[in-house]
């Protein structure tokens, strides 16, 4: 083959890779997410495996005329070996405070009651939680101080908790919460839009425990959200501030749909460790904007998991 030729082709060959590299690099899948906005006002996870059912739900979601979120009611129940509820009730205030820096303030009470083999246990708390954001408006500390009043206590106990958070641009690599007898780390791994794991250690100082749990995330690479605010990852993931990030207040959710989940992790209690068993998710989303969408799960131990977004 001529010089000149070959010379010609193996140049023509590295533009088109040079293009097709910048045109990946460019994409931006936030652009193609959403077809319009899906403000749910009720969001139900519910769980059931071996006659224990599980339902988590947020309901009476009011929103301002900027589409943040002003109030909402967060219940938790479990039914079978024993019966537990716990019920929260939110307000929430935005506000810029004198420094000039936005702040969001929350006040919720919270009524918890467990039943366990004819042994009864209820408290309520009231909890106020001033919230700082950064200059890219997303949650940097959250303090909390909780009034802790047990059912026969007349007096209440108060205690105070922190949580800060890290950022890499848009995206929350890492979250530390810390209160007398506690902290919990958590550590978000991040990979072309895409939050691929999260672990999550508790350490425990007051009963000697250690809780160590990761989470592992497969995303359909073609299919994106079509409707912003019904992102599944702020509800199915723990110990995160739900609502707070399905509004994007700890920075962006992975704009690719959540396929398959993977859970493990291990309990340490003094010398002693026991793991986990591993729990697999798969997910399949349905639905229209008029009415709701669902996320049906095929899970290796529940017989039901579902989390289903209405207006």
Same mark, same amino acid.
């Given at each position: 083959? @001529?010089?000149?030729?070959?010379?010609?082709?193996?140049?023509?060959?590295?533009?088109?890779?040079?293009?097709?590299?910048?045109?990946?690099?460019?994409?931006?899948?936030?652009?193609?997410?959403?077809?319009?906005?899906?403000?749910?006002?009720?969001?139900?996870?519910?769980? @059931?495996?071996?006659?224990?059912?599980?339902?988590?739900?947020?309901?009476? $979601?009011?929103?301002?005329?900027?589409?943040?979120?002003?109030?909402?009611?967060?219940?938790?129940?479990?039914?079978?070996?024993?019966?537990?509820?716990?019920?929260?009730? /939110?307000?929430? +205030? /935005?506000?810029?405070?004198?420094?000039?820096?936005?702040? $969001?303030?929350?006040?919720?009470?919270?009524?918890?009651?467990?039943?366990?083999?004819?042994?009864?246990?209820? /408290?309520?708390?009231?909890?106020?939680?001033?919230?700082?954001?950064?200059?890219?408006?997303?949650?940097?500390?959250?303090?909390?101080?909780? +009034?802790?009043?047990?059912?026969?206590?007349?007096?209440?106990?108060?205690?105070?908790?922190?949580?800060?958070?890290?950022?890499?641009?848009?995206?929350?690599?890492?979250?530390?919460?810390?209160? +007398?007898?506690?902290?919990?780390? /958590?550590?978000?791994?991040?990979?072309?839009?895409?939050?691929?794991?999260?672990? $999550?250690?508790?350490?425990?100082?007051?009963?000697?425990?250690?809780?160590?749990?990761?989470?592992?995330?497969?995303?359909?690479?073609?299919?994106?959200?079509?409707?912003?605010?019904?992102?599944?990852?702020?509800?199915?993931?723990?110990?995160?501030?739900?609502?707070?990030?399905?509004?994007?207040?700890?920075?962006?959710?992975?704009?690719?749909?959540?396929?398959?989940?993977?859970?493990?992790?291990?309990?340490?209690?003094? @010398?002693?460790?026991?793991?986990?068993?591993?729990?697999?998710?798969?997910?399949?989303?349905?639905? +229209?904007?008029?009415?709701?969408?669902?996320?049906?799960?095929?899970?290796?131990?529940?017989?039901?998991?579902?989390?289903?977004?209405?207006?």
């Amino acid at each position: 083959m @001529n010089k000149n030729l070959l010379y010609t082709l193996l140049f023509a060959l590295s533009g088109m890779f040079f293009v097709s590299c910048s045109d990946s690099e460019e994409f931006d899948p936030f652009t193609q997410q959403t077809k319009g906005e899906f403000y749910p006002t009720e969001v139900t996870f519910r769980k @059931n495996s071996n006659g224990m059912d599980i339902t988590e739900s947020w309901t009476n $979601i009011i929103r301002d005329k900027q589409d943040k979120v002003i109030s909402y009611d967060y219940t938790r129940e479990v039914e079978g070996e024993f019966i537990e509820k716990e019920v929260r009730s /939110y307000t929430i +205030d /935005y506000y810029t405070n004198h420094e000039g820096k936005d702040v $969001i303030r929350t006040n919720y009470d919270v009524n918890y009651y467990k039943s366990q083999n004819g042994i009864e246990e209820k /408290y309520t708390q009231k909890v106020q939680e001033s919230i700082n954001l950064n200059k890219k408006g997303y949650i940097e500390v959250i303090s909390a101080t909780i +009034d802790h009043l047990n059912d026969n206590a007349t007096t209440p106990r108060t205690s105070t908790s922190r949580r800060t958070f890290t950022y890499n641009g848009d995206f929350c690599t890492g979250s530390i919460y810390m209160d +007398d007898n506690t902290q919990v780390t /958590y550590k978000y791994n991040w990979s072309a839009y895409q939050l691929k794991n999260i672990t $999550i250690l508790r350490e425990n100082y007051k009963n000697n425990t250690v809780d160590y749990n990761t989470y592992k995330y497969t995303f359909d690479r073609k299919e994106f959200y079509r409707y912003s605010g019904t992102e599944i990852l702020p509800f199915v993931q723990s110990g995160i501030p739900q609502i707070f990030a399905s509004m994007g207040y700890l920075g962006k959710c992975t704009p690719y749909i959540l396929t398959d989940e993977i859970q493990s992790g291990y309990t340490k209690f003094g @010398n002693v460790t026991s793991e986990n068993t591993e729990i697999r998710n798969s997910y399949h989303l349905d639905g +229209d904007a008029n009415t709701k969408f669902t996320y049906s799960g095929i899970s290796n131990i529940y017989n039901t998991y579902s989390v289903t977004f209405s207006k």
